[in-house]
């Protein structure tokens, strides 16, 4: 794989900043664009655009065939059974308030008790906080443990009979820390306990298998691997998903309207009410198309350089305090650190002056921040098409601003 | 607008060692403002005399940009009725720090302005009671 010539392949990276050749370390953000998504989605607005599942005519006709071939491109990419367990979303966070709202409305009662971590982002805490609040169920955390590895004696601990949902992400947005999910998802079956995976941040770096980790839901978003913003994917088996109750109402998710009642349409489409994201899906269909064809043997292996290159660069950085794991196994290319003395918002604009871009802040992590024991850090967040030589340049100007501050 | 001004001495030195950091005895105004984006906080603390602010003081955690902002906000409050405090307008502020911030930034930059204003909202609104 020659990364010079991936690198060819997304526009943006010929941009400068502040005068400055792009240094883009935000993929857990977003991700950027290849060309060929970029095609496919302006090729759905200038060569197919229709509305979708009702025209007769052959435009309506060609986008509904390539929404749909979308869904089984999407259901092949993490072994589905089904393409009916394929349900289109607008994201990750709509994914898991999809499940909230009609699993956890539907099923959970009064005493039941949620499973999450602490590393949790917002979108996989607060619609679990927001039902246990609503419907008077207990919501325990799996500790993290400095390391940044989950508490899983603890976890076992807090698995009992009223355990009905454990939800948890694959891969901290924050840590990069991968979670062992399989072994998480059989103790919580064992338990009677559901389990809804938050992929946001695996599914650009690991191959997914569902069947294979058996999850009962899991929820990802297009932009974080290269596809566009406002689309999503949830999965869920189809013995529950059939059960589940729609949550939003309208054209296409029916069957039969008449004044006095409305009957529902069959999976997918209950779940997918209006217009669909039609050109995004497409995009997502491109997207994915293009990890395949790169292949995450490839990427793997090109973050197998880069994560121990990036530790070992950051770690010689004065004053810098890595927070999670320090050792490159069992995570992904996303560091997050404070410095000595150094606000990290100062941090994050003075690397944006030199063209580096970085997140600062929580990262949608206020609860792991403060078992931590901080309020902000900064966020550098790696992906196949970052090289080693941007990872110099980030250590070196991180030197710089040190030396700034502590002038 | 490069480093060198940006993040040039003056500005580190009102960071590192902000005037006006502290806590008044006896306040006659108070207000504590947090910006939820960052997690920079402060308390702006006024004493009056005579109708115009005698002594400042703020504390709180923040960014660079936000301290050094406080810094130098609060020595200009020094002396001024609180009519001439409330005409002090926020591009004001951000001149007077002599930089160029973007949006994100501008919300650092300001907290203290924010928490003034609060301040004197708290006020008339008391007044008008």
Redesign the interface.
């Given at each position: 794989m020659r990364i010079n010539n991936i690198r060819k392949q997304f526009p943006i990276l010929s941009r400068k900043i502040n005068g400055k050749p792009l240094i883009y370390f935000d993929t857990a953000a977003t991700a950027l664009k290849p060309k060929p998504v970029i095609e496919a989605i302006t090729k759905y607005y200038s060569k197919c655009t229709a509305n979708i599942h009702r025209g007769i005519h052959t435009l309506a006709q060609e986008a509904t065939a390539q929404y749909e071939s979308a869904r089984k491109t999407v259901q092949k990419f993490i072994n589905a059974k089904e393409y009916e367990e394929i349900i289109f979303t607008s994201g990750a966070t709509e994914s898991i308030n999809l499940v909230a709202r009609t699993f956890g409305e539907k099923f959970l009662k009064r005493g039941d008790e949620i499973l999450v971590s602490e590393m949790e982002h917002h979108s996989n805490f607060v619609p679990w906080q927001v039902l246990a609040e609503r419907k008077g169920l207990k919501l325990k955390f799996i500790p993290v443990k400095q390391d940044g590895s989950l508490d899983l004696k603890t976890y076992q601990k807090l698995l009992g009979r009223n355990t009905k949902l454990v939800a948890v992400s694959h891969v901290s947005n924050v840590l990069g820390v991968i979670n062992p999910i399989k072994r998480i998802i059989k103790a919580a079956h064992k338990q009677g306990a559901r389990v809804l995976i938050d992929a946001a941040q695996s599914a650009p770096h690991l191959p997914l298998d569902v069947q294979e980790l058996n999850c009962d839901f899991l929820a990802f978003s297009g932009h974080k691997l290269m596809g566009p913003t406002g689309i999503g994917v949830l999965y869920g088996k189809k013995d529950l998903l059939s059960k589940m109750p729609p949550y939003k109402f309208g054209g296409h998710m029916v069957a039969k309207v008449t004044k006095e009642k409305t009957t529902y349409a069959a999976l997918p489409h209950k779940f997918e009410a209006g217009t669909a994201p039609i050109a995004q899906a497409i995009g997502l269909a491109a997207a994915i198309r293009y990890l395949k064809n790169i292949g995450f043997k490839n990427i793997q292996t090109q973050e197998k350089k880069l994560v121990p290159y990036a530790l070992r660069k950051l770690t010689s950085v004065p004053g810098l305090k890595l927070i999670g794991p320090a050792l490159p196994q069992n995570r992904i290319s996303v560091f997050s650190f404070t410095i000595n003395n150094?606000?990290?918002?100062?941090i994050a604009?003075?690397l944006d002056?030199a063209g580096i871009a970085v997140r600062?802040?929580?990262h949608c992590a206020q609860i792991l921040h403060r078992k931590f024991g901080l309020?902000?850090s900064v966020r550098a967040s790696l992906y196949f098409y970052n090289t080693s030589k941007e990872i110099n340049q980030l250590a070196n100007r991180l030197k710089e601003i040190t030396k700034?501050?502590n002038? | 607008?490069?480093?060198s001004q940006?993040?040039r001495?003056e500005i580190?030195n009102h960071y590192r060692n902000p005037q006006n950091f502290g806590k008044l005895k006896h306040a006659d105004l108070k207000t504590e403002k947090i910006n939820e984006?960052?997690?920079d906080e402060i308390v702006l603390q006024l004493k009056l005399s005579k109708g115009k602010i005698k002594n400042v003081k703020f504390t709180g955690?923040?960014?660079?940009?936000s301290v050094a902002s406080a810094s130098l906000f609060t020595e200009s409050l020094k002396g001024k009725t609180l009519t001439q405090a409330k005409n002090i307008t926020a591009s004001q502020v951000i001149k007077n720090l002599g930089i160029q911030v973007g949006p994100?930034?501008r919300k650092?930059v300001l907290l203290v302005y924010d928490a003034l204003q609060e301040i004197l909202k708290k006020r008339t609104g008391k007044r008008r009671a």
């Open positions: 150094v606000p990290p918002h100062d604009t003075l002056q600062a802040g929580h309020s902000a700034i501050f002038h | 607008m490069n480093d940006l993040y001495q580190l984006l960052c997690g955690t923040g960014c660079a940009l994100a930034r650092c």
